[in-house]
């Protein structure tokens, strides 16, 4: 009988340790649960923040692009105003040369007949 009540008891206190190490690792279930739940909530935010980088960078690429575009539009409008204004010159310069000709050649036949 008293074996046997050492049995007892020697399982009671077996059950005691085993309930403590269940509740022990319970509650270690619990906190790692609500840690990976945070960790869980930090990544989704981290996604947001990252999603709404890459929108922006995409937005500034198309900016860039757009303003490439213009630039290069605009290089060649001053190409061609450069050309025109080049030929406008030498037309010009034709012109004013063609007049400057023709009044000496009308004032060196006016002194001549002076």
Do not use: C, F
């Not at 981290?46 to 539009?73: C, F, H, N």
């Amino acid at each position: 009988m008293h074996n046997l009540e050492n049995k007892l008891e020697s399982n009671r206190l077996l059950a005691i340790d085993w309930e403590k190490k269940y509740h022990d690792v319970e509650i270690l279930y619990k906190d790692k649960a609500y840690e990976n739940e945070e960790l869980i909530k930090k990544i989704n935010l981290k996604q947001t923040e990252i999603d709404t980088m890459a929108k922006e960078i995409d937005s500034w690429k198309e900016m860039t692009d757009r303003l490439g575009k213009e630039g290069d539009e605009l290089r060649k409008i001053i190409e061609d105003l450069e050309e025109k204004n080049r030929k406008l010159n030498e037309t010009m310069n034709t012109m004013l040369y063609n007049k400057a000709a023709e009044y000496k050649e009308k004032m060196l036949n006016s002194l001549k007949k002076s």
